[in-house]
């Protein structure tokens, strides 16, 4: 865990910084990346809060993803990753939305959406930037691997290897 919790303080660093802040629209994660950022002590100081929306329901009522999203691609989607990371930046007025949605495990998959499935998104007011990956793992590294993606996301984010020119 300590690997994560350094990332975690790399990312405070950069907030600070920056004097950005930072909020998070979670699904599979279940509040891990959250979590991780309050590891960090003053995290008070970047981090705004954030939303598990484990069911659609509040993907749609609280994070405002479009219920025409859910019903043609479904949550575990970019264009849901997307439309949540925009949903917590203004519904907290964050400067910068993170989010995460996918099949941990070890049920839920398909042919076509299979367990590991995540997409991760980063929403700021000059840039839309959005990842998928597959994780092999169990459920538990699964979580895992998709917080540390998202930390690590928004830590690319701060150091300006995203969205350059977009």
């Not at 009522?61 to 990371?85: F, N, P």
């Not at 929403?123 to 169990?138: L, R």
Request: charged share 20%; net charge negative.
């Amino acid at each position: 865990m300590e690997d994560v919790v350094a990332l975690s303080r790399e990312v405070g660093a950069g907030l600070r910084e920056s004097g950005k802040t930072l909020a998070t629209a979670e699904s599979c994660t279940g509040g891990l990346v959250g979590h991780l950022i309050t590891e960090v002590p003053g995290s008070s100081h970047y981090f705004l809060g954030g939303v598990v929306a484990y069911h659609n329901d509040v993907k749609h009522r609280i994070l405002g993803v479009k219920q025409e999203t859910l019903d043609t691609v479904g949550a575990v989607s970019a264009e849901c990753a997307k439309e949540m990371a925009q949903g917590i930046r203004r519904l907290v007025h964050a400067d910068i939305g993170v989010s995460v949605t996918g099949i941990a495990g070890p049920t839920g998959g398909t042919p076509e959406k299979p367990v590991g499935l995540t997409y991760i998104h980063l929403s700021a007011p000059d840039c839309e930037y959005g990842e998928v990956f597959v994780w092999k793992g169990g459920r538990h590294e699964n979580k895992w691997a998709s917080a540390r993606a998202a930390l690590r996301l928004v830590l690319r984010f701060l150091k300006g290897e995203i969205c350059l020119g977009d």
